[in-house]
C-alpha cells in the first residue's frame, strides 16, 4: 500500500489531497502542518478553507484513508511519496525584496525531511517555487544522508479558488517533471499511477524537471497577463465609449483567442499571480534579460494601475471629496466562492479609500471582521506566510466596520463598491438598497455584476468597468493621483 504525506494543509495541500485520498482509496494519505489550528480545522465539522464541494469529500475519506496531523516527522518518516506544499510568498525583505520567492518554509521542510527518513522517498515539489529549486531541494535532501535515496519531481498545481474540486477531478492537465535518468523516469511513473486512478492519461504531460516548474510560473503569468489587458481595454473603453463586454465578446469568438478569461475587473487578486509574476520578473533579470523581465512587470504594473484608476474615479465622482462620508464595500474575498483574502483588489480600494477619510462599512458572506481587520493594518505580502508567524492585528480600526449583511452595510450611505462578483450581489433589492441610501446615490461596480440599466432607473449614478460613462460622471473632472 502505497503511503503519501503532504507537507502544508492550506488551499492546496487539503484539497488536492482529499481529492487524491477519494479517487485512490488504497493508498494511505495524511496531510501534516506546523499549525495545530488548521489541523484542527481540517479533523472538525468547519474545515479551514471554504471551498465548493470540498466537505463532502473531506467527509467521505477522513478516518478511512486521509488524516490530518501535527505529528510532522513520524507521517514524512513512514510515506513513500511526499508532497511539499507549503508556502513561498514573495520575500518581504533582503535581496530580491518585493520579487523573488521566500524558500524559507520549503527549505525548512526538506531539511526535516532529511533529517528524519530511514527510507528512500519520492519528494514531489507542489508549491510553485522559481525554475531550478529542484535543484537545491536535491542538495538539501542528498546533503547528510548516507544510503538513503530521495528523487524530487515538479508536480505543480493549477487549481483554482473557489472551483478547486472541480479542477481537481476534471483536470485540463496534469503535469509531472523530473530528471532525465532511469530513477527519475521511474518516480514519474508511481506518481503518474496515482493520477491515473482518475486522470485520462493523455492528460498526464511528463517532462523534465525545469520545465515542470517553469510552466507553472509561466501560465500563471499568461492567464494574468489576459486580465491586464483585458483592463488596459477597459480604461480605452471609457474614454471612447466603447463597452469592454462587447469588445471581450468580440475578440473571445476568434478561436485563437478564445472567450475565458476575459472579464474586465478593478484587478486580479490571489495569493498566486503577482507573486509569480514578480518571481518570474526576478528570475529573469538573473539571468540577464532585463527586457523580459520588464514585459512582465508591466503585467503588475496594469494590475495597480487599475486600483488605482477605481479609486480616483470614486472620489472624483464624488465631488472630490469623501471624507467622512459612508461608502459600502461589496465582497471582501478575491473572487466569489473563496473567503481567500490574499492580494484581494479589495484592500487596496479600501486603504485608498480610507487614505482619503471615507467611513467603510465592509459586507462580505465568507470574511470575518477579524481577517478584514488583519488584512487592512498588515502590511503587503506578510499575510502569506503561516499565519502563527504573523504580526498581531488590532482588534479594530477607526472608519471601518463589518456587518454580516449587505442591506445593513448601505444604510445611510453615500456610495456603494462592489469588490467581489458573489452571486448574491446580483439578486439583491436595490430599489430596497437606493431608499436606505444617501442622495446622489452612487454604484461602482468593480465586477460588472448589477444591471447598470435597471440600477440607472431606480436612481443610481452608476460606474461599471470598461463600459460607456454615466453622463454625470463624464462631467466630472479626473482627478490626479
Ligand atoms: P497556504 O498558506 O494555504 O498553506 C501552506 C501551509 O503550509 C500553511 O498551513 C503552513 O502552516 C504550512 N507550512 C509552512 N511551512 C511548513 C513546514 N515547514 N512544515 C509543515 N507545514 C508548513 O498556501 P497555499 O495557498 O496552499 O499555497 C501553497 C503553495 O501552492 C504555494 O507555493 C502556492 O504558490 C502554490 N499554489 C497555490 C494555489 C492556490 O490557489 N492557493 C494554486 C496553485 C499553487
Ligand atoms: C490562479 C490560476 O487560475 C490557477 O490555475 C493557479 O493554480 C492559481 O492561480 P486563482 O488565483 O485561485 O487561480 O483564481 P483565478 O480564477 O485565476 O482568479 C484570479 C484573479 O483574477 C481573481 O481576482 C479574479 O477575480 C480575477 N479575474 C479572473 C479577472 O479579473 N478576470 C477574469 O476574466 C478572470
Not at 400 to 409: G, K, L, P
Request: glycine fraction near 6%; aromatic fraction near 8%; charged fraction near 25%.
Amino acid at each position: 500500500m502505497v503511503k503519501i504525506c503532504c507537507i502544508g494543509a492550506g488551499y492546496v495541500g487539503g484539497p488536492t489531497m482529499a481529492v487524491i485520498a477519494l479517487k485512490c482509496p488504497k493508498v494511505v494519505v495524511t496531510v501534516v502542518d506546523i499549525s495545530s489550528q488548521r489541523i484542527n480545522g481540517w479533523n472538525s465539522d468547519h474545515l479551514p478553507i471554504y471551498e465548493p464541494g470540498l466537505d463532502d469529500v473531506v467527509k467521505q475519506c477522513r478516518g478511512k484513508n486521509l488524516f490530518f496531523s501535527t505529528d510532522v516527522e513520524k507521517h514524512v518518516s513512514e510515506a513513500d511519496i511526499v508532497f511539499v506544499s507549503v508556502n513561498t510568498p514573495t520575500k518581504t525583505h533582503g535581496l530580491g525584496a518585493g520579487k523573488a520567492a521566500d524558500l524559507t518554509y520549503w527549505e525548512s521542510a526538506a531539511r526535516m525531511i532529511a533529517d528524519v527518513s530511514k527510507s528512500d522517498k519520492i519528494v514531489v515539489e507542489k508549491s510553485t517555487v522559481p525554475v531550478k529549486t529542484a535543484e537545491a531541494i536535491e542538495r538539501i535532501l542528498t546533503h547528510n544522508k548516507k544510503g538513503i535515496n530521495f528523487t524530487i519531481l515538479s508536480n505543480p498545481e493549477f487549481l483554482a479558488e473557489g472551483t478547486a474540486i472541480e479542477d481537481l477531478f476534471h483536470p485540463d492537465r496534469v503535469l509531472i517533471g523530473g530528471r532525465e535518468t532511469p530513477e527519475g523516469q521511474k518516480a514519474i511513473q508511481t506518481l503518474k499511477e496515482v493520477y491515473a486512478n482518475w486522470v485520462p492519461v493523455e492528460k498526464i504531460l511528463c517532462t523534465n524537471l525545469w520545465s515542470a516548474e517553469l510552466s507553472k510560473l509561466a501560465a500563471n503569468a499568461f492567464l494574468a497577463q489576459r486580465i491586464s489587458s483585458v483592463n488596459a481595454m477597459s480604461a480605452l473603453c471609457e474614454a471612447t465609449g466603447a463597452d469592454v463586454t462587447q469588445v471581450s465578446h468580440s475578440i473571445g469568438t476568434d478561436s485563437r483567442i478564445g472567450p475565458k478569461f476575459l472579464n474586465a475587473s478593478v484587478g486580479f487578486g490571489g495569493s498566486c499571480f503577482q507573486k509569480d509574476i514578480m518571481n518570474l520578473v526576478y528570475i529573469c533579470e538573473c539571468n540577464g534579460l532585463p527586457e523580459v523581465a520588464n514585459y512582465w512587470k508591466q503585467v503588475v504594473k496594469v494590475n495597480d494601475y487599475q486600483k488605482t484608476r477605481f479609486v480616483n474615479r470614486v472620489v472624483s465622482s464624488m465631488f472630490n471629496t469623501i471624507s467622512a462620508k459612508k461608502i459600502a464595500i461589496f465582497g471582501f474575498a478575491f473572487k466569489k466562492d473563496t473567503g481567500d483574502t490574499r492580494e484581494t483588489p479589495a484592500i487596496d480600494v479600501c486603504k485608498g479609500l480610507l487614505g482619503d477619510k471615507a467611513k467603510l462599512s465592509i459586507y462580505d458572506p465568507q470574511v470575518t471582521e477579524e481577517q478584514i481587520t488583519k488584512d487592512l493594518s498588515m502590511r503587503k505580502f506578510d499575510k502569506d506566510h503561516p499565519a502563527h508567524l504573523q504580526p498581531p492585528s488590532p482588534t479594530s480600526i477607526k472608519q471601518v466596520s463589518v456587518v454580516w449583511d449587505a442591506y445593513e452595510a448601505v444604510k445611510e450611505a453615500h456610495g456603494i463598491c462592489i469588490m467581489t462578483e458573489w452571486d448574491e450581489f446580483k439578486k439583491l433589492d436595490y430599489k430596497k438598497v437606493y431608499d436606505s441610501m444617501q442622495k446622489p446615490a452612487f454604484i461602482f461596480d468593480g465586477r460588472n455584476v448589477v444591471d447598470v440599466q435597471k440600477v440607472r432607473e431606480i436612481g443610481f449614478i452608476v460606474y461599471s468597468i470598461g463600459k460607456p460613462l454615466d453622463p454625470w460622471l463624464k462631467d466630472m473632472p479626473a482627478v490626479v493621483a
